[in-house]
């Protein structure tokens, strides 16, 4: 690929990724919701990786660092709230509410991340796209090809149940799926136009826990481990126009989570007894030759709440085992065995 060709689709993502790595490496935190401009040296870098094999996110990926644990304790910095229910709670008194004047979008609607118009007025419920600026910086207008963009989360009522609980996902050295699946529906995409998907995994807070079974409840056990290499899966249709997205349900069913810091089969790597917020990004595929110039405006982020987990080796709460055989389609030989076995 010649320097004055585009960027491939792949690359075109890859880039804007790195874009939102740099970001959060910055020194915004792990859910600011503000937009901030890549400077030339993270472009430089994330250069470099533009002629690779996409299909997974493989070691050479770990140029996508997430936000460092460190930057969680920034002032002025953003602290994700306990959603009504949730068992940490209690225990996490460094959490803060969501004050609606740090985000400029009002998000109607219990199921889907949406926003509305900038400008709009109202509060945020938090579980939304980001797509705001720094108070200090230029609001960056989003493309019109991804600014009317609305994601619906589904089986949002079965993960507000295991989220009721505290959601427990397995982590192993060979990889495991996530239950539930992260799937969802998307709406407002341009039908012509190419899009590709891709999420990511960052810690909600800088604590370690551990599971009290006297009390059955969460608990801080300490610091947080040392930051796993940050990683991106993309979903293994992208790239794809907008009306294929659109037609059907998203299913992110391939991705699997790892604690094997050594991995080489590009799963996400977690650090078990520590929580994870997931995170949905949609990202415009631009055919201008210097789409690079625009990788800001060209992708849009979205985070649901109730899909936010403690990563383990082996399930702690048994209500969350009794759930996800009852619950998994998988699950079949659990259920027809005598519950005392």
Not at 60 to 82: Q, V
Request: with cysteine; aromatic share 10%.
């Amino acid at each position: 690929m010649d320097d004055s060709s585009p960027l491939s689709p792949k690359a075109n993502a890859f880039s804007i990724a790195c874009l939102i790595s740099a970001r959060d490496q910055a020194g915004n935190t792990t859910f600011d919701k503000h937009a901030t401009s890549l400077d030339k040296q993270a472009v430089q870098n994330c250069s470099r990786y533009i002629k690779m094999h996409y299909s997974t996110v493989t070691r050479e990926m770990e140029a996508f660092t997430t936000s460092s644990l460190s930057s969680l304790n920034t002032p002025g910095s953003y602290h994700l709230s306990p959603s009504p229910g949730d068992p940490y709670s209690h225990h996490e008194s460094q959490f803060e509410p969501c004050p609606a004047a740090q985000h400029a979008y009002n998000y109607s609607g219990s199921n889907s991340a949406q926003a509305p118009a900038q400008g709009d007025s109202g509060t945020s419920n938090c579980s939304s796209s980001s797509s705001s600026s720094t108070p200090n910086k230029t609001l960056v207008k989003k493309n019109p090809k991804v600014a009317n963009i609305n994601v619906q989360l589904e089986m949002k009522a079965l993960w507000d149940e295991f989220n009721q609980l505290g959601t427990e996902m397995i982590v192993t050295k060979a990889g495991r799926r996530m239950f539930p699946t992260f799937q969802v529906k998307i709406f407002g995409m341009d039908p012509m136009a190419d899009y590709m998907l891709l999420m990511d995994f960052l810690p909600v807070d800088d604590k370690r826990y551990r599971y009290a079974f006297h009390s059955s409840s969460w608990l801080v056990a300490g610091k947080a481990d040392p930051a796993t290499p940050g990683r991106v899966h993309y979903h293994p249709d992208s790239p794809a126009k907008g009306a294929q997205w659109m037609k059907q349900i998203v299913s992110f069913d391939k991705l699997k989570l790892t604690n094997n810091l050594l991995d080489d089969n590009g799963h996400i790597i977690l650090n078990s007894m520590h929580r994870y917020q997931p995170r949905f990004h949609v990202v415009y595929v631009d055919p201008r030759k210097d789409s690079e110039k625009y990788a800001e405006e060209n992708y849009k982020t979205f985070v649901f709440e109730e899909t936010r987990f403690t990563a383990v080796t082996a399930y702690q709460n048994h209500r969350i085992t009794q759930l996800k055989i009852a619950s998994n389609p998988f699950a079949k030989g659990f259920r027809d065995c005598d519950p005392e076995d």
